[in-house]
């Protein structure tokens, strides 16, 4: 599902180039995408040591997959060649878009905790986790412009974050 997703916004991104009917705020909201997928990517590649799943460990990690392909298909569209304006595109989608960014954060949780056994506390209360739920929770509510930029770089800094210390060993 994340290499379905990826290879949708990835090509879709080249069009939107190569057409020059680009719109900053979309094309960052791609950049976001493909790196918070990157971000769970890396996640996922931590539990290829576990040898045994259960059915609802397994539902749990496959969806946050599901929702990125989902927000991935929502952003570039089936057919990116036949959007005429990127901006009036974002403005369409920015709502959806937005719940399935705090679905994805909500399936990160229940993975920290059904599949990770993680602290709840610790994971919860990380302050860059909360400030994106505040923000995107903000934009969803208020969906100006400079909200979802505002949005799309709060959801930067905990992906990059974990990106830059992973180890994939």
């Known amino acids: 599902m994340l290499s379905l997703g990826l290879g949708r916004i990835l090509a879709a991104t080249m069009v939107i180039v190569e057409t020059g009917k680009r719109y900053w705020l979309h094309l960052v909201w791609c950049v976001v995408l493909i790196l918070v ?22 539902f ?69 986790l909360v400030a994106v739920f505040i923000v995107t929770t903000v934009t969803l509510a208020y969906p100006k412009q400079w909200l979802l930029a505002a949005s799309a770089i709060v959801w930067l800094a905990p992906v990059l974050s974990m990106l830059l210390v992973a180890e994939l060993g």
């Open 37 to 58: 997928m990157l971000g769970q990517w890396v996640a996922v590649w931590g539990l290829r040591a576990n040898e045994v799943w259960t059915a609802a460990e397994f």
């Open 60 to 128: 749990v990690v496959m969806l946050s997959p599901l929702v990125f392909y989902m927000a991935a298909h929502l952003l570039v569209s089936s057919h990116p060649e036949s959007i005429e304006s990127w901006s009036s595109h974002l403005d369409e989608i920015k709502r959806p878009l937005l719940l399935l960014m705090l679905l994805s954060l909500g399936t990160f949780f229940l993975r920290s905790f059904i599949v990770m056994d993680l602290d709840a506390a610790s994971t919860v209360l990380r302050p860059s």
